[in-house]
């Protein structure tokens, strides 16, 4: 199969591409724009497997997403603008990016006749949850910028299935952690700061809840999906590892060896979503599950950003 992989210069998408490449014989195209967080190091030793191929392109543009579509079987479109943060500062490029770059991927991949679609969301979506856990069925209730252009563009792909029959499917993911993130985002911004003896920043009181999901699992449940899922489906992918920001702070402080005199309250973020909870039990049905424990997988992230400062330091200085 010739998979064509979005934004897969980033986090997720870079992970994905090495888990394709590792685990099957398929041949992987990846497409990116090559913006703040796509990072051509991201897929440093892919280029020696004659089965990759990068494309520099922009999902907004028409004419480069036709000509390097064609010919594949399905695509896997991880491209998005994905920082909260940023989003409120910015929200123009969330919306054009999230929801009309998802609208030409979908609207040229119906006239090349890919065999599978498979659009990456987020938990994000559904909005906050005081108890309990949402399914793929609940309604959506996005309250920032980023989680509504991702709704949006969730609408958008399965729209092109309804009216086009485009063989659509969606998975929306907790969050995600472990080697190649921006270093913007919380846990490798918190390791980061650390490693240089910075202070790190928690939100508000810090007992918002999060689930988190160690990415290599989270590439092999997308795999599932694009391989096995029901077409016109979506399928929760979570790690069951559902801990307040404080705790998770504490967790990174205490394998780096500090104390909490380390964490800088701050402001809280506008919008901020009190917890997020996710049922996987339909991925799960497919045969997938989580497998790393979250201390492990942690540790492991700590690590690797720890033994890897040549790849994000430069990124630090570039966005500081």
């Known amino acids: 199969m010739r998979l064509f992989v979005t934004g897969a210069a ?18 992987v195209t990846v497409f990116d ?11 440093a030793g892919l280029d020696d497997d004659p089965r990759f191929t990068f494309v520099k392109g922009n999902i907004t543009d028409r004419d480069a997403v036709t000509a390097a579509l064609d010919g594949h079987d399905a695509v896997v479109h991880f491209a998005a603008e994905s920082h909260v943060d940023r989003s409120i500062a910015s929200p123009d490029e969330f919306v054009h990016t999230n929801c009309d770059g998802t609208n030409v991927m979908c609207d040229v991949a119906r006239h090349v006749g890919v065999d599978r679609f498979l659009h990456i969301s987020t938990d994000e979506v559904y909005g906050s949850i005081e108890e309990g856990s949402f399914v793929e069925t ?4 996005p309250r920032s910028p980023y989680s509504a252009s991702k709704a949006g563009s969730d609408l958008i792909a399965l729209s092109y299935h309804s009216t086009y029959g485009l063989p659509v499917l969606v ?8 080697p190649y993130q921006f270093p913007e985002k ?12 910075k202070k790190v920043p928690l939100y508000g009181d810090g007992m918002n809840v999060r689930d988190w999901c160690y990415v290599e699992d989270n590439c092999v449940g997308v795999d599932m999906v694009l391989r096995n899922g029901a077409i016109g489906e979506i399928y929760n992918i979570g790690g069951g590892n559902e801990v307040p ?3 998770l702070t504490d967790s990174i402080l205490e394998i780096l060896g500090y104390d909490e005199s380390m964490i800088d309250y701050v402001e ?23 497998t790393r424990d979250f201390r492990e997988a942690l ?3 700590v690590a690797w950003y720890r033994d890897n400062v040549t790849w994000w330091e430069p990124l630090k200085r570039r966005t500081a």
Not at 33 to 43: I, K, R
């Open 10 to 27: 980033g986090f997720i998408g870079s992970n994905y591409a090495r888990h394709v490449l590792e685990t099957s014989d398929d041949s």
């Open 33 to 43: 724009a090559l913006t703040y967080a796509g990072n051509l190091e991201n897929l």
């Open 138 to 141: 609940d309604p959506l209730s």
């Open 171 to 178: 998975t929306r993911s907790s969050n995600n952690f472990g």
């Open 186 to 197: 919380v846990i490798p911004l918190f390791v980061t700061n650390l490693l240089e003896g």
């Open 245 to 247: 920001n404080r705790y």
């Open 268 to 290: 809280d973020r506008l919008g901020h979503d009190r917890r997020y909870s996710i049922d996987i039990s339909k991925a799960q049905a497919l045969g997938w599950a989580p």
């Open 299 to 301: 540790e492991a992230t």
